[in-house]
Nanobody, 111 residues
Framework: QVQLVESGGGLVQPGGSLRLSCAASGIVLSINDIAWYRQAPGKQRELVADMTRFGSTNYADSVKGRFIISREHVKNTMYLQMNSLTPEDTAVYYC?????WGQGTQVTVSS
């Protein structure tokens, strides 16, 4: 059974940084495409960043240059490093591998 467990969300001031983690079991992240999505209140879930099994990355225009997606084979964990956060980044963030989703972690950017 594939499980994804997220951590790292919270409250941060504008301009701050957070790193989200998503620990996987039942699947090997390094040989699969991985992705981070987010859903803000009243909005549809949107793709934030993804990484192919070959390591190619893709970012939403709104986070390009500020967010970094990565994964660590030994820990079988994926990450989303988020820098220069703005209130517009406030959302629930979800990790995704194939048809499995993490439980979601709240990120709130506010002063």
């Amino acid at each position: 059974q594939v499980q994804l467990v997220e951590s790292g969300g919270g409250l941060v001031q504008p301009g701050g940084s957070l790193r989200l983690s998503c620990a996987a079991s039942g699947i090997v992240l390094s040989i699969n495409d991985i992705a981070w999505y987010r859903q803000a209140p009243g909005k549809q879930r949107e793709l934030v960043a993804d990484m192919t099994r070959f390591g190619s990355t893709n970012y939403a225009d709104s986070v390009k240059g500020r967010f970094i997606i990565s994964r660590e084979h030994v820990k079988n964990t994926m990450y989303l490093q988020m820098n220069s956060l703005t209130p517009e980044d406030t959302a629930v963030y979800y990790c995704n591998v194939k048809f499995t989703w993490g439980q979601g972690t709240q990120v709130t950017v506010s002063s």
